[in-house]
């Protein structure tokens, strides 16, 4: 066996006479480091899982980059654009780009016998990808859309439908403003809450063609399309290509286009996610730091503790070198056991918040029920990679300290 590990297990097990301190002071070293990686783990997966889902919620309700045309306002009475099946399948062909469809918006209001509420019809077509609203859903189902015959279905969210005393099956009278009031009666097919106030209070999902109706629009004519990403990191380059597509395209009435990705349209909302990433680093920051002195503190008493060892080893011809190296091997040993159990326990509550979901939310503050858990293989590499090299880089200092005991002076150390 090693020299030098030999006798750092002898250490760490009392095995060598002493004052007897070794196994306390490991297992407080090995506390810190467990909790430490623990504090990591959770802050890391929580504080990336809250990205994830608020980010597909607003996603769910804006897509990741729509192409309208060139003089769109910012209001939700918009500029028509002409359909064109082949400008779709050439923003399908751009790398990145998953899904095509169409949309278009019409601003307007609900009344009921006792209530009202500004609303913005969101027209989607057949090809709309519902994965997101199934997931949101609490009652109903959603809209049974199809090519032959419009509906006349609506979705609202759980709010409106608590504001204005609505259930599944009601009729819903609404009523949009132009030249001349127009009034319309649909039928609520569904009710989501995606706990998000501003978004859920704001659109009502109906067939794109009712939309159409209300606007003056032909059948060819929307508000323009939705593009959905595959990798959300790579968005604004698949903005970009989407871009070049779309800008050199111009329709038979001269209007042109021009593409808007989720981060343009929701900046407010993304900046602050962003500021998540900027507590996440201070939190690792600070707790690998602590973990790190925890871990000085620890070896230099193990190191005073055994002055008078280090002091014989040194009279019995031991170099300086192997001497560091017994007790940088001791805070080895020490730093990966604290870093197993700390990545069990970690990735252990982790994984049971994730199916089980027991740790809840106030959804009024948080716009989650429960709190959301994101975790990939990288990240824990990563956190482990960056703990072992800063607390190993911190014990490097303290390791010198067995350099400057003089083996006289320490073989009569008490």
């Not at 009279?315 to 001791?330: H, I, N, Q, Y």
Request: with cysteine.
């Amino acid at each position: 066996m090693n020299l030098e590990l030999f006798i750092a297990n002898k250490i760490k097990s009392g095995g060598i006479s002493g004052k007897r301190l070794a196994g306390p002071v490991v297992k407080v070293a090995v506390a810190g480091i467990v909790l430490g990686m623990v504090v990591m783990i959770i802050s890391v997966a929580t504080g990336m899982g809250f990205q994830k889902e608020i980010r597909e919620k607003i996603i769910g309700f804006g897509s990741h980059i729509q192409v309208v045309s060139y003089d769109f306002n910012m209001s939700y009475q918009t500029n028509p654009v002409e359909q064109d099946s082949m400008l779709e399948q050439q923003m399908l062909s751009v790398p990145g780009v998953e899904h095509v469809q169409r949309f278009a918006t019409k601003p307007g209001l609900i009344k009921t016998r006792d209530e009202m509420q500004g609303i913005v019809l969101r027209g989607v077509g057949p090809e709309f990808d519902w994965s997101f609203f199934q997931t949101i859903l609490t009652e109903g189902g959603r809209l049974s859309l199809n090519e032959e015959k419009s509906s006349n279905g609506v979705l609202i969210s759980d709010d409106l439908a608590s504001v204005l005393n609505l259930e599944v099956g009601d009729r819903v009278p609404m009523y949009f403003f132009e030249d001349q009031i127009r009034a319309r009666n649909f039928t609520i097919e569904g009710i989501f809450d995606s706990h998000l106030p501003e978004l859920d209070e704001t659109f009502v999902m109906v067939d794109i063609r009712q939309v159409q109706r209300l606007n003056n629009w032909s059948e060819n004519k929307i508000s323009g399309y939705e593009l959905l990403a595959g990798d959300f990191e790579d968005l604004m380059m698949t903005g970009s290509n989407v871009a070049e597509v779309v800008s050199g395209h111009i329709s038979e009435d001269g209007t042109m286009l021009r593409t808007r990705t989720i981060q343009q349209t929701q900046p407010q909302i993304f900046g602050w996610l962003d500021l998540l990433d900027m507590n996440i680093i201070v939190i690792i920051v600070l707790i690998v730091l602590v973990a790190g002195f925890n871990m000085i503190t620890g070896l230099l008493i193990l190191i005073l503790e055994r002055t008078n060892m280090i002091g014989v080893l040194k009279a019995m011809g031991m170099a300086d070198r192997p001497l560091r190296k017994v007790f940088l091997t001791l805070a080895a040993n020490i730093t990966i056991k604290g870093l197993f159990w700390g990545n069990l326990l970690g990735l252990g509550f982790c994984f049971a918040q994730s199916y089980f979901g027991f740790v809840k939310l106030d959804p009024a503050n948080y716009f989650l029920d429960t709190v959301p858990i994101h975790l990939s293989a990288l990240h824990i590499i990563l956190l482990n990679v960056g703990a072992v090299l800063t607390i190993f880089l911190m014990m490097i200092g303290p390791s010198y300290l067995v350099a400057r005991i003089s083996p006289v002076k320490a073989i009569r150390f008490e």
